[in-house]
């Protein structure tokens, strides 16, 4: 199985915005719930948002309203539009099939460092 490629992170002030994209397998994006993670240094990484085959979204309460996850199914891509970034969601983030994850069987790309100035 390939790994996912993200990119798109970057160092930005607090208020400002980026967007994320995460390139992937087939194998991966069909018809899988895919999500993005996140992690810092000495935490677990963490599921902040989730975008199911159909567009259906969830999101963890600290970026909602904040973070938009979307997929493009044709081309195997996913994103996540950050606005109004906080020096809070500053870390490594990830994007992999959900249900992988919690099997226990999903292979990690290096990820994408989003840092945020106060």
């Known amino acids: 199985q390939v790994q996912p490629v993200e990119s798109g992170g970057g160092l930005v002030q607090a208020g400002g915005s980026l967007r994320l994209s995460c390139a992937a397998s087939?194998?991966?994006?069909?018809?899988?719930?895919l999500g993005w993670y996140r992690q810092t240094p000495g935490k677990q990484r963490e599921l902040v948002a989730s975008i199911a085959y159909s567009g259906t979204t969830n999101y963890v309460d600290s970026v909602k309203g904040r973070f938009a996850i979307s997929r493009n199914n044709a081309q195997n891509t996913l994103y996540l539009q950050m606005n109004s970034l906080r020096p809070e969601d500053t870390a490594v983030y990830y994007c992999n099939a959900v249900l992988a994850v919690r099997r226990g069987d999903a292979y990690w790309g290096q990820g994408t460092q989003v840092t945020v100035s106060s």
């Open positions: 087939g194998t991966i994006f069909s018809n899988n719930v």
